[in-house]
């Protein structure tokens, strides 16, 4: 039963730890996705281009 319950709690830390790292690598993501955005538009202007551009809001959650 101890072997049992000490796997359980063992699986149980795991997971929620995991969450937290998959939390933190899609912010990341979104962070560089923002990056790339700016730089795209910022290139986009450079070149003469202009009028309706996107926003960079793209709606990802923040957390």
Do not use: H, Q, V
């Not at 359980?8 to 830390?13: D, E, G, N, R, V």
């Not at 933190?24 to 290139?43: F, H």
Request: include cysteine.
């Amino acid at each position: 039963m101890k072997t049992i319950l000490l796997t359980a709690l063992t699986i149980a830390a795991a997971l929620s730890s995991s969450c937290n790292t998959f939390i933190g690598m899609g912010r990341d993501m979104r962070i560089a996705g923002e990056g790339m955005e700016r730089t795209a538009e910022k290139a986009y202007k450079g070149t003469g281009g202009g009028g309706n551009e996107p926003t960079t809001d793209a709606g990802a959650p923040i957390y």
